[in-house]
């Protein structure tokens, strides 16, 4: 699902047509029950109140992602306003454990990705910020997707302290 949204889908060289990859992007855009359905709560959430908010946590590297994973030369309308905010949720998640966030945009910090969440969240369902952050630890030496039991509540807490900062600054 994570590269299933149907939000720059076609591009090559952002997700995998192999069915067994990581980052499969589905047989077509959107076609998964779960992406369908967090497409009719976004559209009615963007027909109603709007979106401030929208953050995608996934696992694993110790990122904070802005939009665009598409195309590095995109900009939100916002991006400074946006680095500065991700700057800052960094350095709160920092003063809990000491764990290092890198930010920044999604294509230049980390990898291109086409059909993501926060992309289509931005640009379609229009959300004013939508963020991936990519938990610990930092790599699969790490133990990657499996975090350690004793790795769980620090995680919670660092994020926590995050959310806080980032909710009474947007």
Known sequence: MNRNWPYQWNLSGGASTSACAETYKGSSAG???????LIAFTSTLRNNKGIKVFI?????????LIPY?????????????????????????????????TYGQ???????????????????????????????PTSSNGNGFVLPAGQILPSAVEQWEGMKYLLTNV
């Open 31 to 37: 076609d998964t029950p779960e992406i369908k359905a």
């Open 56 to 64: 995608d946590w996934h696992s694993y590297g110790q990122y904070i």
């Open 69 to 101: 994973g598409y195309n590095c030369q995109a900009r939100a309308p916002n991006h400074a306003r946006q680095m500065t905010l991700a700057q800052g949720l960094s350095q709160r998640i920092q003063q809990s454990y000491g764990t290092r966030f």
């Open 106 to 136: 999604a294509c230049s910090a980390l990898y291109m990705t086409t059909g993501d969440s926060t992309d289509y969240i931005t640009d379609v369902a229009g959300a004013e910020f939508a963020w991936t952050i990519e938990l610990r």
